[in-house]
């Protein structure tokens, strides 16, 4: 009963987003408010984790929801408005990652931040260095698929690529990450893990 009813709510919320869309089309402010509302908090941690810049993070966030407001009439129903919109979203970083020559940077976890102590710190810098050695397509595949929960047909329709490049970038990530972190781990934290 609980699957069904959590189903049934995401359906909905779907459904509501859609109308949302179709509104926006309309000319619609208070339905593009609405979708800023829902979708700013997410666009800005993905746009963020990208560029470790609030402010770039927040200008890439109001260009997304200004060219949702000028496109809503070339979404295509057969996928979900949130997946249309992190796809703009990702052309936008990615853009702007190329035009300022901005590296990605992984995600520090707040609770790391807060927490201070030397473990926590050293083992998000470790993590970091780790990922910073993924190539740029490998860490967005991996950020959208383990931060923000999509699948890997969803991570295709976002990047504009296949299902099979998405896998097989997540594989290589994994297994470059598998080798690479024991290695940038710390001599004490390389005994415990030999």
Not at 166 to 175: E, G, L, P, Q
Request: charged residues 25%; hydrophobic residues 40%.
């Amino acid at each position: 009963m609980t699957n069904r009813r959590h189903d049934r709510m995401q359906r909905d919320s779907h459904e509501d987003e859609a109308g949302l869309l179709r509104e926006v089309v309309e000319g619609d402010r208070n339905a593009l408010a609405a979708l800023y509302r829902l979708y700013h908090a997410p666009l800005f941690r993905f746009a963020f984790r990208l560029t470790n810049s609030y402010g770039t993070a927040e200008e890439l966030v109001n260009d997304v929801m200004l060219a949702v407001w000028k496109n809503a009439s070339q979404f295509r129903h057969g996928s979900k408005v949130s997946t249309w919109v992190f796809g703009i979203a990702y052309r936008q970083c990615m853009s702007c990652l190329r035009r300022k020559r901005v590296t990605i940077v992984p995600d520090v976890k707040i609770e790391q931040i807060a927490d201070n102590s030397r473990d926590a710190i050293e083992d998000s810098q470790w993590i970091e260095q780790g990922l910073a050695e993924l190539s740029d397509e490998q860490r967005v595949s991996m950020m959208l698929v383990f931060y923000l929960g999509c699948s890997y047909g969803e991570v295709a329709e976002i990047t504009g690529c296949k299902e099979a490049t998405v896998k097989t970038r997540m594989f290589h990530a994994r297994r470059k990450l598998r080798s690479s972190l024991p290695s940038l781990a710390d001599p004490v934290n390389q005994e415990v893990i030999s």
